[in-house]
């Protein structure tokens, strides 16, 4: 299963990769490091889940209003209703868009119905 949060900010500039990245560490309980690849990414993880944020705005939508990408990959087994769980503390904050993607297909989306992508 291939399961990510595509997120936006609703209000004011696009943070820095950085600063986005120690935001989501905030509410995931742990810190996302600076990759060495050759792609600016961030990443970190625990004992269920490790995940990957990369920023990729773009002209079309979904991609203009959500230009960070959260991949998720699971320890072991499949763990969507923490990614759900997850999901629902990011809309609680109120300062993202944020859409749910499941196996490429949208899930869950705060701003645009799911129907529309």
Do not use: N
Request: charged share 25%; aromatic share 10%.
């Amino acid at each position: 299963m291939e399961v990510e949060l595509m997120l936006g900010v609703l209000d004011g500039p696009a943070p820095r990769l950085d600063e986005m990245a120690r935001q989501l560490g905030q509410v995931l309980g742990f810190d996302l490091e600076r990759e060495g690849s050759g792609e600016e990414m961030y990443s970190g993880g625990d004992s269920l889940w490790r995940v990957w944020i990369t920023f990729d705005p773009a002209d079309l939508e979904p991609f203009k209003t959500h230009s960070y990408t959260l991949e998720i990959g699971f320890l072991g087994h499949s763990a969507l209703d923490q990614v759900e769980s997850l999901y629902e503390r990011l809309a609680a904050i109120g300062r993202y868009r944020i859409m749910l993607i499941v196996d490429h297909g949208c899930r869950r989306s705060t701003h645009t119905p799911c129907e529309d992508y």
